[in-house]
């Protein structure tokens, strides 16, 4: 499982800099992908961004609130086939 950065962000960028493993990165175009977005394949579900954020947007996939769940399938396809997929790489 994964942390979901939720449509909550403002791009505040304190979670990447507390991220152990560099799994966390910013969405571009930003009016395609407004917000920061976790790799699932590398997140290792430590919870460190959490209390970096300010805007409380950081939750376990399991407890994203009801009305942020919607933001869970960006998440996943921001790395699945947006440019995302392109950050793994380099």
């Known amino acids: 499982m994964t942390h979901i950065i939720t449509g909550l962000c403002l791009r505040h960028g304190g979670c990447m800099e ?3 493993v ?3 990165v ?8 407004p ?10 579900d430590c919870g460190a961004c959490v209390p970096a954020c300010p805007y409380n947007a ?5 407890n994203v ?4 769940k ?7 396809d921001y790395f699945a086939k ?9």
């Open 35 to 44: 917000t920061y977005y976790i790799d699932p394949e590398t997140c290792i």
């Open 70 to 76: 919607a933001d869970i399938q960006p998440n996943y």
């Open 22 to 24: 560099d799994c966390i």
């Open 26 to 33: 910013s969405g571009q175009p930003v009016d395609d992908w």
């Open 58 to 62: 950081i939750w376990p996939e399991a």
């Open 82 to 90: 947006g440019p995302g997929y392109r950050a793994r790489g380099s």
């Open 18 to 20: 507390k991220c152990p």
């Open 65 to 68: 609130p009801e009305p942020l």
